[in-house]
């Protein structure tokens, strides 16, 4: 089992950016993949970046590709979302949530596929 902790949500201003951060602990080892959801209220968790945690691979939805990008840092040990040109449709809840076994590629951002999950940091983005 893997503990996943984020941090790096808040505020921010539409077209402003905000970095957040997973730091992944436990038997990070068996870690398939790390990816990055958001849930707004009233609405289904959806999932918006994944990361192939051995080769660094990423996934997007159509929601945020070009806008955001999903790292590791090899250093701080831990997956980032920085996030650009954010607006009030990215507000939401945003979890990181960690895999252990091979995901097909059209399931990369299902949450089905993934079993260990944090806690969740608040994004807001004012207009």
């Known amino acids: 089992q893997v503990q996943l902790v984020e941090s790096g949500g808040g505020s921010a201003q539409a077209g402003g950016s905000l970095t957040l951060s997973c730091a992944p602990s436990g038997y990070t080892a068996g870690i398939s993949y790390i990816a990055w959801f958001r849930q707004a209220p009233g609405k289904e968790r959806e999932g918006v970046a994944a990361?192939?945690?051995?080769?660094?691979?990423?996934y997007y939805s159509d929601s945020v590709k070009g806008r955001f990008t999903i790292s590791r840092d090899y250093v701080k040990k831990t997956v980032d979302l920085q996030m650009n040109n954010l607006n009030a449709d990215d507000t939401a809840m945003y979890y990181c949530a960690a895999a252990h076994l091979s995901i097909p590629y059209a399931s990369r951002l299902s949450v089905s596929e993934y079993s260990d999950w944090g806690q969740g940091t608040q994004v807001t983005v004012s207009s």
């Open positions: 990361l192939f945690y051995g080769a660094s691979s990423t």
